[in-house]
């Protein structure tokens, strides 16, 4: 089993939609959860950590279920800008590796 | 902002040579990392550097690949004899003491040919 899986896409969407992006992780002992942004041939570059609690930043709101080992991202308002392939990201210790799903990708036209 | 930076963005190389990739982690950070992405894949750990030691590597760290923290402020990554299948790009990255956000410099692409 991939250690973090993503539905690759594409999510091609209008601007204004709501699109929720989903991931499931391998490892019950994970610590750490992100969203990580990545345009195309650039670095990625960290969009949210994802609490238990669940929390949001603006359009952004991430879910973590540690029971089902799932985590979520929901973008409402899709902006041009907002293009881009988002990777879901797992730490299993303070300190050391990430570990990357290979991403989801995203168009969102005019 | 402070980031981290890497030299040179685009190197090319015939297969057997040895390159060597430059990071300049950010200046208080603790943990230096090199990951890789392969044109269309996923990206990948290949290692972690903490306190002038590899505290991990990854199965594609084989002994092709080095690492080494010259000075203060350089982070580097020595493929020995470089493959066709090491083409990729290469991201440095580091962290400080929250252990939280993990910066990744631009990355180097590698080309092998």
């Known amino acids: 089993r991939k250690e973090v899986e993503q539905d690759p896409g594409p999510f091609n969407v209008p601007e204004g939609a709501t699109v929720a992006f989903n991931c499931t992780y391998s490892?019950?002992?994970?610590?750490?959860f992100f969203w990580y942004r990545q345009d195309c041939r650039k670095e990625p570059k960290l969009l949210m950590s994802v609490y238990s609690s669940g929390n949001e930043d603006g359009r952004f709101t991430a879910q973590l279920n540690r029971a089902s080992q799932y985590i979520s991202l929901l973008i409402r308002d899709s902006k041009l800008s907002d293009s881009a392939t988002y990777l879901c990201?797992?730490?299993?210790?303070?300190?050391?590796?990430?570990?990357f799903g290979k991403g989801t990708t995203l168009s969102v036209s005019s | 902002e402070p980031e981290v930076t890497q030299t040179p963005s685009h190197q090319v190389t015939q297969m057997g040579q040895e390159v060597i990739l430059r990071c300049v982690p950010i200046?208080?950070?603790?943990?230096f990392y090199w990951y890789r992405q392969i044109l269309g894949q996923k990206v990948e750990f290949l290692v972690s550097?903490?306190?002038?030691?590899?505290?991990?590597k990854s199965e594609i760290f084989d002994d092709q690949f080095s690492v080494e923290r010259p000075d203060g402020s350089n982070f580097t990554l020595k493929i020995r004899s470089t493959k066709l299948e090491d083409s990729a790009m290469y991201f440095c990255?580091?962290?400080?003491?929250?252990?939280?956000?993990?910066?990744f410099g631009p990355g180097t692409r590698l080309t092998v040919l």
């Open positions: 990201v797992v730490r299993n210790q303070a300190g050391t590796a990430l570990i």
């Open positions: 990255a580091s962290i400080g003491e929250s252990y939280n956000e993990q910066f």
């Open positions: 490892n019950s002992a994970s610590q750490s």
């Open positions: 550097f903490y306190n002038n030691e590899i505290s991990e």
């Open positions: 200046s208080n950070h603790l943990y």
